[in-house]
């Protein structure tokens, strides 16, 4: 049984920075992507960035290009989301999940193994 843990969303002012944590236990998902999704009141789940946990590659959506960076730690089976110069439209349930890697990268359908998220409010 795959887990995945989100934490370190909370309250910002605009500008401000969050690092976002997602721990997975259960088994090991050397063969999958790692994605951050974001899901903001009355709108769809949308893709925010990807990591490989084997190769590292990484892709961002245009919105967060420069503003955001994702990267893991093998050793403790954790994906982290930096967000750095955040803004009120970042502001949203932010959610870890897995994905095989035949599979799509931004399509929310293709991943199997979601976290429950962790809040990200952001004040102007």
């Known amino acids: 049984q795959v887990q995945l843990v989100e934490s370190g969303g909370g309250l910002v002012q605009a500008g401000g920075s969050l690092r976002l944590s997602c721990v997975v236990s259960g088994r090991t998902l050397s063969n999958y992507r790692m994605g951050w999704f974001r899901q903001a009141p009355g709108k769809e789940r949308d893709f925010v960035a990807v990591i490989t946990w084997s190769s590292g590659l990484t892709r961002y959506t245009d919105s967060v290009k420069g503003r955001f960076s994702i990267s893991r730690d093998n050793a403790k089976n954790t994906v982290f989301l930096q967000m750095n110069n955040l803004k009120p439209e970042d502001t949203a349930v932010y959610y870890c999940?897995?994905?095989?890697?035949?599979?799509?990268?931004?399509?929310?359908?293709?991943?199997?193994?979601w976290g429950l998220g962790t809040q990200v409010t952001v004040s102007s």
């Open positions: 999940a897995a994905a095989d890697l035949r599979r799509g990268i931004v399509d929310r359908h293709e991943y199997d193994y």
